[in-house]
């Protein structure tokens, strides 16, 4: 394919290289879609979802590498396509939030949003320090327990629910 006709698929030099990270982050959604239909309630979902981003990562470290430490802190991706599966990343956990509170799994907490970034920014953190330092040595066997820590600060079983 001649170099000139790329340029009939991307719009620019940056659509190119986001391409292949937005693609493995809309594989990432569709495994978590498959998976999550054999969950029961919420909190499953939730768990889930943020012990997925850590698996998907361990599992594709060169694409994790390129979105942790080279995109998501980017300015440059406020203005690029990936930006709308970052916010999509985020606006599902929001949603799987509402759908705990909703269900009585957990009680309306302050504001999801902010809910959403401590959990989105703690599984960044392990995923990040994973990726530069190599700790933990095991991501697989972190994961579990930072996320069930942090939900159960952050979202405890509602005493009312049934």
Do not use: H
């Not at 504001?111 to 970034?117: F, L, N, V």
């Not at 960044?124 to 697989?140: A, E, H, K, S, V």
């Amino acid at each position: 394919m001649p170099v000139s006709s790329i340029y009939e698929y991307y719009a620019s030099k940056e659509d190119l290289a986001y391409a292949v990270p937005l693609t493995q982050l809309g594989q990432f959604f569709l495994e978590y879609s498959e998976r999550a239909r054999e969950t029961r309630c919420a909190r499953e979902r939730l768990r889930l979802y943020l012990w997925l981003t850590t698996d998907f990562a361990r599992r594709n470290p060169e694409w994790a590498r390129t979105l942790y430490l080279e995109i998501w802190p980017s300015v440059l991706v406020a203005e690029a396509r990936v930006r709308i599966g970052l916010d999509e990343f985020a606006a599902i956990i929001v949603e799987l939030i509402a759908s705990g509170e909703a269900a009585g799994e957990w009680a309306a907490g302050p504001s999801r949003y902010e809910t959403t970034t401590i959990l989105v920014g703690a599984v960044n953190q392990l995923i990040i320090t994973w990726l530069m330092y190599r700790r933990p040595r095991d991501i697989g066997r972190a994961a579990p327990s930072l996320i069930d820590r942090l939900l159960s600060t952050l979202l405890p079983p509602s005493t009312t629910a049934a």
